[in-house]
């Protein structure tokens, strides 16, 4: 099992930063995959961007060169820094993680956490 906590909830103007942060524990050795996935009322959840445990980075079109993904391996974990936002990355933000077990991906979920952005 893998457990996942996010911080980093906010009400911020157009233009501005936030950085949300993601623990993961339990047994993050068998990871492969970590990201950040978004979902605003009335749409689909999406996925913002992923960060592989070789490093690769992959990141939606619509926040790619705002949002970066970084992760401390010593701290198993995964931040999602974005800057200049828009009023159209409103959303609850749910960090994932993929686990390789046994070769079946499992996936985990944290509780999410409301990024707000408006004037």
């Known amino acids: 099992q893998v457990q996942l906590v996010e911080s980093g909830a906010g009400l911020v103007q157009p233009g501005g930063s936030l950085r949300l942060s993601c623990a993961a524990s339990g047994s993050i050795s068998s990871i492969v995959v970590m990201g950040w996935y978004r979902q605003a009322p009335g749409k689909q959840r999406e996925r913002v961007g992923i960060i592989t445990s070789g490093g690769k980075i992959s990141y939606v079109d619509s926040v790619k060169g705002r949002f970066t993904i970084s992760r401390d391996n010593t701290k198993s974990t995964v931040y999602l820094k974005m800057s200049n936002l828009k009023p159209e990355d409103t959303a609850v933000y749910y960090c994932?993680?993929?686990?390789?077990?046994?070769?079946?991906?499992?996936?985990?979920w944290g509780q999410g956490t409301q990024v707000t952005v408006s004037s």
């Open positions: 994932n993680a993929t686990r390789l077990v046994e070769d079946v991906l499992v996936d985990y």
